[in-house]
């Protein structure tokens, strides 16, 4: 019995044993298929573009406690503990962005992912088209395929900067490693990545950043396309405080944090704006030449523009500049002066375009075609030039070879070369009666400028009818001495009634009709008689400049002004000064008139 027991005993132990290791095996298989199903669907979400498939070195870190805040959200290059970040915002259609990217660069070549880490953020202008898309496609390619791949997309996007279309998106995400090209077309259509694009335009204006491209080492700010020689020498001062911070015992993943807190608490006040400390004040000679002209030819204002056809600033000054002829009509005329900036290769294309409107049909040709191209930016490729060609009524074949051939080079190079005599060196650029005003400027700017120029030559025509005056004085002045006859006073022989009753009054209204008369419809009062001088330095041709000649410059003038003069009223060169009348014995001397009949010489 006892037996019995003991056996029955061991069989349910035993069995109770076999039982254990079933339930260990079947539990680390569960384990492994359960593994096994999540890594599977890991893989699905990252190849349909839901999870990031290239994780950030060091995982996912935030540096959000900085006045400029990053993180693993933000495509970067270089190392998560680097003593110096670089945030860039910055915009894929801005040609200055362009530019700035190969002094970037040369700071990844001298510097290395250890030492400088550069972080994107997405700033694109409003009036760049074409900026958003380009940046809502690169955050598509970060989130499927991460940093490498952004940046590869990205120096595909700079080195074909006119090129930014849906297709090229495409085309370019793909080089850049994007397998499912189906989620990538998907998320530009539903603009599935444009929220990281608006955040980064919301910091963007937190920060202070009114302009592409804006650099901010450790804080500090570098505004522009700035060369390689400022960039090293923020970077070096940047290494040298941060790896102070370090030995002093901060961490180094925390290093930016605290280098932008301190950089951004002891930053100094913002520089007065570039247009308050503009000089506007010196007057450059501008020669008008035979550029085109809009506007009337004898206006008291000249705005000579340089401009260029691709310049999106230039586009956006373009209403200012309708207002402004609408508001003064007959007193502002528009010269055109072509500037085709060297990063914009469509510039010259269209300005060649307006060239042979010009000689096709003439000077309103020219503006037509300078309103079409304005209209139709950034589209001036060749087919876009063509149409417009076409619309505008001009020889399509005669315009295409005159683009193919560069047919106005010379006239468009002339105007170049003026602007970098003038310094103008970016668009556009105004010179307001030769006053310097730069930039895509606010009515209100042209406004204060114009009226101060109307009134300075309204003042001196007012001057110059003065002038004319006296000196037609001087002229009946200086008359040779007639015999007593009615209307003649006795006693001072050539003088007139009026001037012994009246002083000059009577003579100088006279004279103010006689002026009046010979300036013909062109002025009706002597106060709007232009002068004819060449313009001096510092003077636009033909506007109305008063600076005071110098030196014999102004002698030389002065000796044209009395020759003029002099012939006009029928004496032999002589010099007669403003300061006195000459006497009767001088006038006599200098005319010797030949007796009249009835007159003893």
């Known amino acids: 019995m006892a037996k019995e027991t003991k056996a029955a005993s061991a069989q349910e132990s035993g069995g109770g044993s076999i039982n254990t290791g079933v339930a260990v095996i079947g539990f680390v298989l569960c384990f492994l298929a359960g593994a096994g199903i999540m890594w599977g669907y890991d893989q699905s979400r990252i190849r349909s573009g839901d999870m990031i498939a290239a994780e950030p070195a060091g995982g996912s870190w935030s540096d959000e406690d900085s006045p400029i805040p990053v993180s693993s959200k933000d ?62 496609a690169a955050q598509g390619v970060f989130a499927l395929k991460g940093a490498d791949a952004f940046w590869k997309f990205h120096a595909l996007a700079f080195k074909n900067q006119n090129a930014l279309t849906k297709e090229n998106f495409e085309k370019w995400a793909k080089e850049a490693g994007v397998t499912d090209m189906a989620k990538f077309k998907a998320g530009l259509e539903s603009h599935t990545w444009a929220k990281k694009v608006d955040d980064d335009h919301e910091l963007a204006k937190k920060v202070g950043v009114n302009g592409t491209p804006a650099s901010y080492v450790n804080g500090v700010a570098l505004s522009g396309a700035q060369p390689f020689d400022k960039f090293k020498s923020v970077i070096d001062a940047e290494l040298q405080k941060a790896q102070a911070k370090i030995a002093a015992g901060t961490a180094k993943d925390k290093v930016y944090v605290a280098m932008t807190q301190e950089n951004r608490k002891n930053a100094p006040p913002p520089a ?76 010259n294309p269209a300005a060649q375009l307006a060239e042979e409107a010009r000689a096709q049909k003439g000077e309103d040709a020219f503006w037509k075609a300078h309103d079409k191209l304005f209209e139709i930016q950034p589209k001036l490729d060749d087919a876009d030039l063509e149409a417009a060609a076409k619309d505008l009524g001009l020889n399509v074949d005669k315009v ?20 970098d005599d003038l310094q103008a060196s970016g668009t556009p650029h105004f010179f307001i009666n030769g006053r310097r005003l730069v930039g895509a400027q606010p009515f209100e700017k042209f406004q204060k400028m114009i009226d101060e120029e109307v009134k300075k030559a309204r003042r001196g025509h007012r001057e110059r009818g003065g002038e004319a005056l006296r000196r037609q004085g001087e002229d009946r002045l200086a008359q040779p001495p007639a015999p007593h006859a009615p209307g003649r006073a006795p006693g001072r022989p050539g003088l007139p009634r009026g001037l012994q009753a009246e002083g000059l009054q009577g003579l100088l209204g006279d004279a103010r009709q006689a002026l009046c008369q010979s300036a013909g419809s062109q002025a009706r009062d002597p106060g709007q008689v232009r002068q004819g001088a060449e313009p001096r330095h510092g003077q636009v041709e033909d506007g109305p400049r008063h600076r005071r000649p110098q030196g014999r410059r102004r002698r030389r003038r002065q000796g044209r002004q009395r020759r003029r003069h002099h012939r006009h009223a029928g004496l032999r060169h002589q010099r007669l000064l403003p300061e006195r009348r000459p006497a009767a014995a001088e006038v006599q001397e200098a005319h010797r008139p030949r007796p009249r009949r009835g007159q003893v010489s």
């Open 75 to 136: 495509p970067t290059w270089g190392s998560r503990t680097a003593p110096v970040t670089i945030v860039l915002f910055s915009d894929f259609q801005c040609p200055f962005c362009s530019r700035v990217e190969s002094t970037l660069e040369q700071v990844r070549t001298t510097y290395g992912p250890e030492k400088v880490r550069i972080v994107w953020k997405n700033e694109p202008l409003p009036f760049h088209p074409n900026a958003k898309p380009a940046a809502e």
């Open 400 to 419: 295409k070879d005159a683009i193919k051939s560069k047919k106005y080079e010379k006239r468009i190079a002339a105007d170049m070369d003026l602007a």
């Open 272 to 347: 007065e704006e570039e247009e308050e400390r503009e000089d506007t004040k010196s007057v450059f000679k501008v020669p008008v030449g035979d550029s085109p002209v809009l506007g009337n030819k004898n206006a008291l204002v000249t705005i000579a523009v340089f401009s260029d056809f691709q310049c999106p600033y230039c586009k956006r000054v373009e209403p200012t500049l309708k207002q402004v002829r609408d508001t003064y009509g007959d007193k502002v005329r528009i010269v055109w002066k072509h500037e085709p900036l060297p990063f914009h290769p469509r510039a």
